[in-house]
Structure formats: C-alpha cells, structure tokens
C-alpha cells in the first residue's frame, strides 16, 4: 500500500484507534492557536488549561505523489474524484474504485473492518448554533471538527493548523449537552463522517461532513501555510472549503 496515494499525502498512520486517517506519532505542547477562519489569526486567546492538545506529525511535504490514483484494494486507477474507505483496524483513510467503494457500503462488509466514507453534506437550519454553544466546547480556533469512534465510543475534536490535524480533547459532559439541543450532533456516522463547526464574525455554522474532506482540508493547511498568520492562500483555501460545503448541503429534516 503506498504512502503517496489519495490523503496519504496530507496525513499518515498508523493512529490511534480513536480516529480515522490522522497520525500516531506526537510531539507533547500548545501550539500557537493561530485560528485561520478569521482575520485575527494567530492572536486568539491561549488555550484553556483543562485542554489536553497534541500536534499531530504529518508527513513531509515534499514527499512524492504518484502521477496516477490508484485503488488500494484493487489497483485499478481512479479519477481525481473518487471514494475513500475507512479501515478502521488500522485506522486510516484508503483511496477506492467505485466498485471497491460500494462493496463497503454495508457496515457488516469485512466483519466492518472497512467502511465507505458517505458523501452527504447536512445543515440543520431548524437548531442552528451559538457562539455560546461554541465557547462551552472550550476550543481554541474558530474551525474544527469532531469524530465519534464507533470502537471507543467516544467524540474526539481536531482543527486545522500548521502541522496538520491538531488534536483536542473535549469536555464530553459539555457535547453530551449540546447534543441534546442540537440532534445533528448525533447523527453523523462513526468513523466516517465528522460535524464541522465554523466561527467567525457574522456568527457559527454546523455541518455534517465527509471525515476525507476535513481531514484534506487540515493537509492543505499544512501545505500552505505561510508565516505566523497563515498567509492569504491558507485563508483562501478555508474560505473555499466553507463555500463548497455550503453548496452542497441538504437540511437535516430532508434525510431519508
């Protein structure tokens, strides 16, 4: 299985089995807390204290990409666009052919070890959140987002930054509230799809996300960051990223 396929490129294992195509290797300290949805990056308050954050450490950024996608189950080539599976043994994130992809649509294929990452986006306009809701999550930056490990059955939070994917770990009494306020919050799937949260100055947007979006996204972070703010094509890449989701998303009541 090559490393330079698919998202491998942006992030590499193997994990924790707490998450899906992140990295196990860390280095222990906080970060800058630059936050690259807004203006002001890089002069956001310090983290709290009872913040346990870990920078993940990503793969080279020179390290060679393969001129051709390939499956890595099958070997056949695939497009630009194309499906990802979980492989939730080894906790990573697996370029796929369709036929591949569909195989794992059912969460009993492979006894589960593997599992399509869906391609839905939702909103949920009727329960919208709060920048209060957002201060009670404690995170550091006005973008993350938050994976259910159906295997630890607990939530884990990430947010882009210089170096990647940067962990933290959340206060769960406080998602466990917020959850009972905001019903999208549990209805993302384990493993393979995560809810995106965005603060910024006209207020904060929640999603349900693709867990290969978000975590390509945190890999172009680390790719174009530039400096201590991030730069303009880091800003530029967050800004696109939003404005692609927001075009593709469907209300949470129309689902089924």
């Excluded at 913040?51 to 070997?75: H, K, N, T, W």
């Excluded at 295997?151 to 947010?159: A, C, D, H, K, M």
């Excluded at 962990?167 to 905001?182: F, M, Q």
């Excluded at 680390?222 to 075009?247: K, M, N, P, Y």
Aim: proline fraction near 7%.
């Amino acid at each position: 299985m090559s490393n330079s396929t698919g998202l491998r490129r942006f992030v590499s294992g193997p994990p924790s089995a707490a998450r899906a195509g992140a990295v196990h290797k860390t280095r222990e300290g906080q970060p800058e807390h630059a936050d690259p949805t807004r203006g002001d990056i890089g002069r956001g308050d310090p983290a709290p204290q009872s913040a346990d954050i870990r920078v993940l450490a990503p793969q080279p950024a020179d390290a060679p990409v393969s001129s051709a996608e390939r499956c890595e189950l099958c070997a056949t080539e695939v497009p630009a666009e194309h499906g990802h599976l979980a492989d939730l043994e080894h906790s990573s994130l697996m370029c796929a052919c369709r036929a591949c992809y569909l195989l794992f649509t059912r969460r009993d294929a492979a006894r589960g070890r593997y599992r399509a990452v869906p391609d839905r986006y939702v909103i949920d306009p009727a329960h919208p959140f709060t920048t209060a809701d957002w201060d009670e999550l404690e995170i550091p930056v006005g973008l993350a987002f938050f994976l259910r490990s159906s295997l630890q059955q607990t939530v884990t939070g990430f947010y882009p930054s210089p170096a990647g994917a940067t962990e933290c770990k959340l206060d769960l009494d406080s998602w466990e509230r917020l959850t009972g306020g905001h019903p999208m919050l549990g209805s993302a799937e384990p493993d393979v799809e995560a809810i995106l949260i965005a603060k910024n100055d006209n207020g904060v947007e929640s999603f349900i996300v693709p867990i290969d979006a978000c975590y390509e996204l945190a890999g172009r972070m680390r790719l174009l960051w530039r400096g201590f703010d991030g730069g303009t094509e880091a800003r530029q890449a967050i800004a696109a990223f939003l404005g692609s989701v927001r075009s593709r998303v469907r209300a949470l009541d129309q689902e089924g």
